[in-house]
């Protein structure tokens, strides 16, 4: 019971050292100050119809002794009047009263209506309030079931999280001593990775002493077979070759170039540029078949430098043996 009479509701307090605030008690307080509430009212409705009831009961004892009183008085008026024609007032005094009594009575009949209608009305409010009692405590029954399960399923997952708790302290602790015995082996391989490196630096060193000693002998290798394909090369012939003709010419100071394909007997003249793109043409349609012959006509003005610098250039973009030589 708590300070002023009512019962203690907050039946689940002692759940919600659980972790978090639940909000089914603060309900169950609401719910029962409901209940409390609707007691209350059904209270005073039954003490407001008890009056009522024992009002009437005194207008129905009231009614019945004025009837009977009418009735001994009319007997009385009945005797007396054959007995003394002077009793006229007294009857006339007793009809007086008897009409008293008569609207007394129909004043009576008229509250115990009234009083009849008030229980009745009182009688449906409390079975509304009945039927509202009724529903609200079945609400609450549901409530009470829905939390029970809901209690239910709390405790269920409280003692998997102690167990899961329970397992992990059991792993942290397998944990610490892997852990330990991995940090002694790390140790270990450390030291052997330390000796392993010292090794390895060893082996490089000598690695690359005789990575540079192969490097050098693959160069003498080198140039002893380019030398030896030299030998071995076959000389630059037209056989099987598409040949064209390049005229160099230079007179007055007039450099001229032209050039002949295999076939054509003439020659036409071309500007420098436009020779290379022709033989850049020629070389992407022939390849390695490309054979390509230079003319300096006699009496040309042409210096020995000049010719030597335009038959090396013509001749090594162009012509089969110098590409392949220059490969």
Same mark, same amino acid.
Do not use: C
């Given at each position: 019971?708590?300070?002023?009479? +009512?019962?203690?509701?907050?039946? #689940?307090?002692?759940? $919600?050292?659980?972790? &978090?605030?639940? =909000?089914?008690?603060?309900?169950?307080?609401?719910?029962?100050?409901?209940?409390?509430? =609707?007691?209350?009212?059904?209270?005073?409705?039954?003490?407001?119809?008890?009056?009522?009831?024992?009002?009437? %009961?005194?207008?129905?004892? !009231?009614?019945?002794?004025?009837?009977?009183?009418?009735?001994?008085?009319?007997?009385?008026?009945?005797? %007396?009047?054959?007995?003394?024609?002077?009793?006229?007032? *007294?009857?006339? *005094?007793? $009809?007086?009263?008897?009409?008293?009594?008569? @609207?007394? /009575?129909?004043?009576?009949?008229?509250?115990?209506? @009234?009083?009849?209608? *008030?229980?009745?009305?009182?009688?449906?409010?409390?079975s509304t309030a009945q039927a509202t009692l009724q529903t609200t405590l079945q609400t609450?029954?549901?409530?009470?079931?829905?939390?029970? &399960?809901?209690?239910?399923?709390?405790?269920? /997952?409280? $003692?998997?999280?102690?167990?899961?708790?329970?397992?992990?302290?059991?792993?942290?602790?397998?944990?610490?001593?892997?852990?330990?015995?991995?940090?002694?082996?790390?140790?270990?391989?450390? @030291?052997?990775?330390?000796?392993?490196?010292?090794?390895?630096?060893?082996?490089?060193q000598k690695d690359l002493e005789g990575h540079e000693r192969l490097v050098s002998l693959?160069?003498? =290798?080198?140039?002893?077979?380019? %030398?030896?394909?030299? /030998?071995?090369?076959? !000389? *630059?012939?037209? %056989?099987?070759?598409?040949?064209?003709?390049?005229? +160099?010419?230079?007179?007055?100071?007039?450099?001229r170039y032209q050039l002949g394909d295999q076939g054509q007997s003439a020659l036409e003249?071309?500007?420098?540029?436009?020779?290379?793109?022709?033989?850049?043409?020629?070389?992407?349609?022939?390849?390695?078949?490309? #054979?390509?012959?230079?003319?300096?006509?006699?009496?040309?003005?042409?210096?020995?430098? &000049?010719?030597?610098? =335009?038959?090396?250039?013509?001749?090594?973009?162009?012509?089969?043996?110098?590409?392949?030589?220059? &490969?």
């Open positions: 019971m708590n300070g002023i009479g +009512f019962p203690n509701t907050d039946m #689940y307090s002692d759940h $919600e050292s659980v972790g &978090e605030e639940s =909000f089914w008690p603060s309900f169950t307080d609401i719910m029962m100050v409901i209940v409390m509430t =609707f007691l209350l009212i059904t209270v005073a409705v039954i003490l407001k119809n008890w009056e009522l009831i024992n009002h009437l %009961k005194s207008s129905i004892e !009231a009614e019945r002794q004025a009837t009977v009183q009418a009735q001994t008085a009319l007997q009385v008026v009945e005797l %007396k009047s054959k007995e003394n024609e002077t009793l006229e007032e *007294r009857l006339a *005094r007793l $009809e007086q009263l008897l009409n008293k009594r008569t @609207q007394s /009575l129909q004043q009576a009949r008229q509250l115990q209506q @009234q009083t009849v209608q *008030r229980l009745n009305i009182s009688k449906q409010q409390v609450m029954e549901q409530e009470k079931i829905k939390y029970a &399960e809901t209690l239910a399923n709390t405790q269920r /997952l409280l $003692e998997e999280q102690q167990q899961r708790a329970t397992a992990l302290e059991k792993e942290k602790d397998a944990s610490v001593v892997a852990a330990n015995q991995a940090e002694a082996n790390l140790v270990s391989v450390q @030291q052997k990775l330390e000796n392993s490196g010292k090794e390895l630096e060893a082996l490089k693959q160069g003498e =290798f080198n140039q002893l077979d380019k %030398k030896y394909q030299k /030998l071995l090369r076959p !000389a *630059r012939s037209t %056989k099987n070759k598409h040949v064209v003709r390049v005229v +160099f010419n230079k007179s007055n100071g007039k450099v003249t071309y500007s420098k540029k436009r020779l290379n793109s022709k033989l850049s043409q020629l070389k992407k349609r022939y390849g390695d078949d490309l #054979y390509v012959k230079i003319i300096i006509p006699k009496g040309s003005q042409v210096s020995h430098s &000049e010719a030597w610098k =335009f038959t090396s250039e013509i001749l090594n973009k162009y012509d089969y043996y110098h590409s392949e030589k220059n &490969e």
